[in-house]
T-cell receptor, first 110, second 113 residues
Framework: GQQVMQIPQYQHVQEGEDFTTYCNSS?????IQWYKQRPGGHPVFLIQ?????EVKKQKRLTFQFGEAKKNSSLHITATQTTDVGTYFC??????????FGAGTTVTVRA | DGGITQSPKYLFRKEGQNVTLSCEQN?????MYWYRQDPGQGLRLIYY???????QKGDIAEGYSVSREKKESFPLTVTSAQKNPTAFYLC????????????FGEGSRLTVL
């Protein structure tokens, strides 16, 4: 089954507002990846975090890996309609097995 | 262009019939994966293959079978033993390094009538 809990499952956001989605694991992770799936599309890789406490930014998206490497977050500022979709975190359980969280589905009110 | 090609994009089948979904990649990746996606459940791993002629069961392998006879190809057969086969199936590949990302195909939507 899924090794990470992702919350919230749904996020309804007013355009221009910020929001955060979280991924939590009971075990220490070697790394964590984030993907975005647009409606009707396939998941596309966004970023990977490897180091404890790591923070990476992609324009309005900020990704963070917890100090204990058991949780991660994705924060989006000034949400736009282009941010609509489902955001997944994925963790490497061994060298090859990648397990995904259930995803956070984001809708935006204009 | 390099990438992953899945076919068919849409497939309708009657109950009790086996169905094979195709997945081909020209990225020269060692590892290939099949995931199933249902609404609200994210992506669940069916099978994965690290290298040619080798594959492992994922979390929901029952009712599915795969083969990996060539590096480029990783077909998935949905057998009649799969109790609820209607779903969106995604194939992906990865370079196989510890930090490699997944590249996904566009998916195959299977509907069993």
């Amino acid at each position: 089954g899924q090794q990470v809990m992702q919350i919230p499952q749904y996020q309804h956001v007013q355009e221009g507002e910020d929001f955060t989605t979280y991924c939590n694991s009971s075990t220490t992770l070697s790394n964590i990846q984030w993907y975005k799936q647009r409606p009707g599309g396939h998941p596309v890789f966004l970023i990977q975090l490897v180091k404890s406490g790591e923070v990476k930014k992609q324009k309005r998206l900020t990704f963070q890996f917890g100090e204990a490497k058991k949780n991660s977050s994705l924060h989006i500022t000034a949400t736009q309609t282009t941010d609509v979709g489902t955001y997944f975190c994925a963790v490497l359980l061994n060298d090859y097995k990648l397990s995904f969280g259930a995803g956070t589905t984001v809708t935006v009110r204009a | 262009d390099g990438g992953i090609t899945q076919s068919p994009k849409y497939l309708f089948r009657k109950e009790g019939q086996n169905v094979t979904l195709s997945c081909e990649q020209n990225l020269n990746h060692d590892a290939m994966y099949w995931y199933r996606q249902d609404p609200g459940q994210g992506l669940r791993l069916i099978y994965y293959s690290q290298i040619v002629n080798d594959f492992q069961k994922g979390d929901i392998a029952e009712g599915y079978s795969v083969s990996r006879e060539k590096k480029e190809s990783f077909p998935l057969t949905v057998t009649s033993a799969q109790k609820n086969p209607t779903a969106f199936y995604l194939c992906a590949s990865r370079s196989g390094t510890l930090t490699g990302e997944l590249f996904f195909g566009e998916g195959s939507r299977l509907t069993v009538l």
